[in-house]
């Protein structure tokens, strides 16, 4: 039973199978990554990732994605994942069910930081100003809360289960019942998952439409090699083609004309020689 993700922190983010952040992680200069795999990514305690390959578990990676914001904005960042940094979500639940289990509507989990300091900072009526034993209690996003009392309205007396000891006041809205909070993470993750699935078929769909692209490019560029090499060989000459009968894939065609050699054979590209046809010299060739 230790944190759960904070709320703020939690992200809708697409995913082969989520893993939740358990434990910081920032990539250092010269760290020993797998070859070819990409760079580490810098892990936030609570956040959602993505998994989408195990190829590296045995080296002590996973291969993902995840949200960060950068420049103000939520970017797509790809790259590798400590493995020992993050828990699979179902195992990350199930403390969690179990501590609800136990506690039933006490269990609280947090989703907003909460302290002393917050009151001095934030416009925010503590009501027990005049109550000298009435304290605040210091939350942090993550941290499984169980209720004592409830009855004060907005404001909640209870305690987390890291330190017993230690109980307080916190806002209501800062909590969220540990039941609730659960099926919120069963269904981030499954729309996760759905995006993740959604955003790699774009991938692959968008490779392959560059694929076809650079296939036609090739395609355009020895067509137009052999035009050239066709209207080279017809310029200044009268030029007569015929159908191989071996292949219908390729033309003979044979140099007529004074000023080249006569009766030399040369293959050509059949689209290249219906092109040629059409334009430069068509008629010549009709007659």
């Not at 004060?152 to 289960?161: K, N, P, S, T």
Request: aromatic content about 10%; overall charge negative.
């Amino acid at each position: 039973l230790g944190c759960a993700p904070a709320f703020s922190a939690v992200m809708a983010i697409p995913m082969a199978y989520a893993v939740v952040v358990v434990r910081e992680f920032a990539p250092t200069a010269g760290m020993e990554v797998p070859e070819g795999a990409g760079a580490p990514i810098t892990l936030r305690m609570n956040d959602l990732v993505c998994v989408t390959s195990e190829d590296f578990v045995d080296r002590g990676w996973f291969y993902g994605e995840t949200l960060q914001e950068i420049d103000g904005e939520e970017t797509r960042v790809k790259g590798l994942i400590k493995a020992d940094a993050v828990s699979r979500m179902e195992d990350f639940l199930l403390p969690l069910q179990q501590f609800e289990r136990i506690k039933g509507a006490a269990a609280r989990v947090c989703i907003f930081q909460f302290s002393d300091d917050y009151l001095k900072h934030h416009d925010l009526d503590w009501p027990f100003s005049h109550i000298l034993h009435r304290r605040p209690l210091t939350i942090t996003p993550g941290q499984l809360v169980e209720v004592v009392d409830e009855s004060l309205g907005e404001w909640i007396y209870g305690f987390a289960i890291e330190n017993a000891d230690q109980m307080g006041y916190f806002p209501r809205e800062f909590v969220m019942p540990v039941t609730q909070y659960i099926e919120m993470m069963e269904c981030w993750g499954n729309d996760a998952e759905r995006r993740t699935v959604n955003w790699h078929a774009e991938d692959r769909r968008r490779k392959q439409q560059r694929d076809v692209e650079e296939q036609q490019q090739e395609a355009r560029a020895k067509k137009k090699s052999f035009l050239s090499f066709f209207c080279a060989e017809a310029k200044g000459a009268t030029c007569a083609c015929v159908v191989d009968s071996s292949t219908a894939r390729l033309f003979w065609g044979h140099c007529l004309g004074a000023g080249g050699p006569r009766g030399v054979q040369r293959r050509f590209c059949p689209a290249c020689v219906r092109a040629a046809l059409d334009s430069c010299w068509s008629s010549k060739l009709r007659s």
